[in-house]
């Protein structure tokens, strides 16, 4: 009840003097009146959506909520990527102003843009109203083309490329001063229009107005019709604008976009059953207070950013999915697929791994874990120095031989003792209390520590790298280990097996992504598959073991790191073509996790990668499944880290009691420097 509706109540109450209880029932009907019409925004989403958005703010605003009406790939990406408070990056550069200020006449950007075309107004394009209110996100439908047919989209991205490089005589400057945002298609002609922004401390330009008041000075212009074919406007059409997605490909949507912006600006897709309504009372009191008393009772998808270390929620809201999507995996094959032949040192004794840790430190460190990083000193202060000289806003670094690095996973090389960190970052404390209390209720537990490709492959991105027999290149994740196992915690190290496996006919990771490819998936599953096996209880719960087969699927990847490169960068690497191998039930259904399985998995995006995205059925639980006889029970959350467990503690203590193995999973990057303090979580 609020306010005015309660005293309204007391002032009956006083004025009427009554205490009979028909008249008490009536002036309280009375009341939930009034407070149904005073709320009657907080009811309805879509009233909810249109009253938050009077006052939001691209620059300032902590919370962009978005609604779909219609669920097309392309509906989708501009509800995401159109002003977006995440890619907003609050640090101004300091901008040399040009002796003689542009105006239109001279953007037309080395001809990409037809020239008397350009305008500061919307208004001024010959597109009708259905035209305009289809506006596409440039960047994502760039990608999109990109995979589907590089070659019919290489004039395109050439386009981005020659207007995100002018930089009116600021060419010190990394960033781009003005790039595509939007693009317009005009089918009965054949024209593609696009909406170019510039930063919003871009202020010398002559003749340019900020049409749409958000704070950054836009034009518009027709992109010149020799840089497209009639065949990529028809596809844009009929697939990008035109498939409705179903249910089932709206929550893989959400999956990707926050696993392509997880590396850069540290996303977090939230469980959604906990997120309905949303605020709740695990949102910082800051979110709270910009809602201003409004709620979201049916979100889509809650995905929480934190790009500046300042946490930022896009809500999303699909109104209705009718059409369902077609399914399609990949490109199957009948090859035949050669079994993994791994001999390796698994988890199941873990004196053996023990023993091995010790070694490396009398091997590399004579006995010091500080002599052992002044070994690779010369590889460390390389890997300082190209962090030093990128740009600290792009987040995709260039190694050799076609391969790209995350600026993060190369700032973990760099790391100081992991114990050190202060603010909660220290991962320990937080692992060995949740082995406790999983161990006080009878549950079995591993711990995964899963290598950056930087590690795998360190000579890829740095000559003063050591060999694949020398040292390992983050001796502090090692002194982790051993200390963890110290502490009775049972650790599945995956890198010896990932470094003497590695090779470059087959590889382990991706070469324009963070994630592994389909070989580092099965080399992890049959680690951990082993070990599980070796548990007494196995066989109790696994009396008839299931016999899994695969199936391998082509599928098509740009890659994460890759979309961290500016358009110029981007040029140079073609999509990946990829293989993975689906696991699929007796039957030959794809394999499903399951979970009422005694074996969960806890994990971020790589167990999210060629499992819950394309080609899907293929990741590690599946894997891991197919080694063990039996389905595995997975949550996964994109850049969930350290915050995993939660998901499985709000199953409650009944759900978590059936449970024989918890297996968390973690990127060994996010054991430096993670953005969120590595908390103690409750087990219920």
């Not at 990707?256 to 309905?276: Q, V």
């Not at 110029?568 to 073609?574: A, D, F, I, V």
């Amino acid at each position: 009840m609020n306010n005015q509706s309660f005293l309204l109540y007391k002032g009956y109450k006083r004025i009427f003097k009554l205490k009979e209880s028909y008249i008490k029932l009536i002036c309280i009907g009375i009341c939930f009146i009034l407070i149904a019409n005073t709320t009657r925004v907080y009811a309805n989403d879509e009233e909810t959506i249109a009253n938050f958005n009077k006052t939001y703010n691209r620059a300032k605003s902590k919370v962009m909520i978005r609604q779909i009406t219609k669920p097309t790939l392309a509906q989708l990406d501009y509800a995401a990527y159109n002003k977006n408070p995440m890619f907003h990056i609050p640090e101004p550069s300091k901008l040399i102003i040009p002796d003689v200020k542009p105006g239109l006449k001279d953007m037309d950007f080395n001809n990409s843009i037809v020239k008397d075309t350009i305008t500061d107004s919307i208004k001024d394009i010959p597109l009708t109203d259905s035209q305009k209110n289809s506006p596409m996100a440039w960047t994502s439908l760039l990608d999109y083309l990109a995979e589907w047919d590089y070659d019919e989209a290489l004039e395109l991205m050439i386009v981005s490329s020659e207007i995100i490089t002018e930089k009116w005589d600021n060419d010190r400057i990394s960033r781009p001063l003005q790039q595509i945002t939007t693009a317009y298609l005009r089918e009965d002609k054949g024209e593609i229009w696009v909406k170019i922004e510039f930063e919003y401390f871009v202020n010398f330009l002559d003749g340019v107005d900020d049409e749409d008041k958000d704070g950054y000075l836009e034009i518009y212009g027709l992109i010149d019709k020799s840089k497209y074919s009639q065949k990529l406007l028809a596809y844009i059409k009929s697939d990008y604008m035109g498939k409705t997605l179903s249910s089932e490909e709206i929550n893989d949507y959400f999956y990707d976009l926050s696993a392509d912006w997880y590396e850069a600006i540290r996303t977090e897709t939230l469980d959604i059953s906990a997120n309905r309504p949303w605020p709740n009372k695990n949102t910082e009191p800051e979110i709270v207070k910009e809602m201003k008393g409004l709620t979201i009772q049916n979100a889509t998808a809650v995905i929480r950013g934190n790009p500046f270390d300042t946490p930022i929620y896009n809500i999303f809201l699909v109104k209705s999915s009718s059409s369902p999507g077609s399914e399609n995996p990949g490109n199957t094959s009948t090859q035949k697929h050669n079994e993994t032949k791994l001999v390796t040192t698994s988890g199941n004794d873990m004196q053996e791994n023990i023993k091995r840790w010790q070694a490396e430190l009398k091997n590399w460190g004579d006995g010091s874990w500080e002599k052992w990083v002044d070994k690779i000193t010369p590889f460390r202060d390389d890997i300082e120095k190209q962090l030093k000289e990128r740009p600290a806003e792009i987040k995709g670094l260039i190694g050799k031989y076609g391969f790209l690095f995350f600026r993060g996973a190369l700032e973990y090389l760099t790391s100081c003792d992991l114990r050190l960190q202060e603010n909660e970052r220290d991962p320990y404390p937080a692992i060995v209390d949740y082995k406790n209390q999983l161990e006080a209720k009878g549950i079995d537990f591993l711990f995964v520590i899963i290598p950056t490709k930087a590690e795998i492959f360190p000579r890829k991105i740095s000559a003063f790298a050591p060999d694949d027999k020398e040292p390992y290149v983050t001796p502090y994740t090692r002194k982790l280990m051993l200390e963890l196992a110290d502490a009775g915690v049972e650790i599945i190290d995956l890198m010896p097996a990932f470094i003497e496996e590695q090779n470059d006919e087959e590889l382990i990771y991706m070469t324009q992504d963070t994630h592994w490819t389909a070989r580092g998936i099965q080399l992890a599953a049959k680690i951990i598959g082993e070990r599980i096996k070796a548990y007494s209880w196995y066989n109790k719960v696994c009396k008839n073991p299931i016999k899994y087969g695969i199936k391998e699927v082509e599928f098509t990847r740009g890659g994460d790191i890759r979309g961290m490169l500016p358009d110029n960068e981007k040029l140079k690497y073609r999509p990946m073509k990829l293989k993975a191998y689906q696991v699929t039930n007796p039957d030959g259904s794809l394999y499903q996790d399951d979970k009422s399985s005694p074996v969960v998995m806890l994990g971020d995006s790589f167990c999210g990668v060629y499992q819950v995205e394309d080609p899907k059925h293929a990741g590690l639980s599946a894997h891991v499944a197919r080694e063990i006889g039996m389905p595995v029970d997975l949550i996964v959350a994109y850049g969930s880290g350290p915050k995993i467990r939660g998901r499985l503690a709000r199953r409650g203590s009944e759900e978590v009691s059936k449970k024989k193995l918890v297996i968390w999973t973690t990127a060994s990057r996010d054991l430096y420097n993670y953005w969120s303090p590595w908390s103690i979580i409750k087990v219920p």
